[in-house]
């Protein structure tokens, strides 16, 4: 079955610590993509980062990097150097390919803190 | 600019009412999302499209309706079925063979 947890619900960091959002993920597929997005109090969801199954390199943006292991099933986020503007909820989500296009699943997400 | 709308961005409802809520976007994609997210929670389906005049069941799709007439528009209506609709609503949408999905700011939806 497919499944996204991530099990941290709010985290709280003072700013310029690093802090890592970890997604463990479940599937019985061999071709899937993870993802994460941001959700600023605004509330709309930002795309920041697709993954598919076959690339498990890590990427760094900026101050944010992933770490995708198939090993453990994970797909975590860390951020650099965190500022007051990275508030926000996180999400990371997994999607498969069925009969009616892609299915995409969210987890519950975690709620960052940064303090100035 | 390119970019996914939604309207209203809060809508009240009072018992017994159907309200409908506005999706449009003018990326060119073919498919079409609706999710419900309540508090503290992730988001959760309730239908998609992935071609005009077509569209399936999520996970929760009962007490709401869809229609997909136009590839811009994707219109949600909550109907009277639904006993606990309030919740944030947010639209999203796919180029047709690409999993990456992009949403719009949401709505927000009020029960009185």
């Known amino acids: 079955a497919q499944k996204v947890t991530q099990a941290q619900t709010e985290i709280s960091v003072v700013e310029k610590e690093d802090v890592t959002l970890d997604c463990v993920y479940e599937?019985?597929?061999?071709?899937?993509?993870l993802f994460w997005y941001k959700q600023p109090p605004s509330g709309e969801l930002v795309f920041l980062i697709r993954r598919n199954s076959f690339d498990e390199q890590n990427e760094i943006s900026g101050r944010y990097s992933w770490n995708f292991q198939k090993s453990t099933s994970s797909f975590n986020f860390t951020i650099t150097a965190s500022q007051v503007v990275d508030s926000a909820v996180y999400f990371c989500a997994l999607s498969e390919v069925n009969t009616g296009g892609f299915k995409t699943i969210f987890g519950a997400g975690t709620r960052l803190f940064v303090k100035a | 600019d390119g970019g996914i709308t939604q309207s209203p961005k809060y809508l009240f409802r009072k018992e017994g009412q159907n309200v409908t809520l506005s999706c449009e976007q003018n990326l060119n994609h073919d498919a079409m999302y609706w999710y419900r997210q309540d508090p503290g929670q992730g988001l959760r389906l309730i239908y998609y499209?992935?071609?005009?005049?077509?569209?399936q069941k999520g996970d929760i799709a009962e007490g709401y309706s869809v229609s997909r007439e136009k590839k811009e528009s994707f219109p949600l209506t909550v109907t009277s079925a639904q006993k606990n609709p309030t919740a944030f609503y947010l639209c999203?949408?796919?180029?047709?063979?690409?999993?990456?999905?992009?949403f719009g700011p949401g709505t927000r939806l009020l029960v009185l």
């Open positions: 999203a949408s796919s180029p047709r063979g690409r999993e990456t999905q992009y």
């Open positions: 499209s992935q071609i005009v005049n077509d569209f």
């Open positions: 599937t019985r597929d061999t071709t899937y993509y």
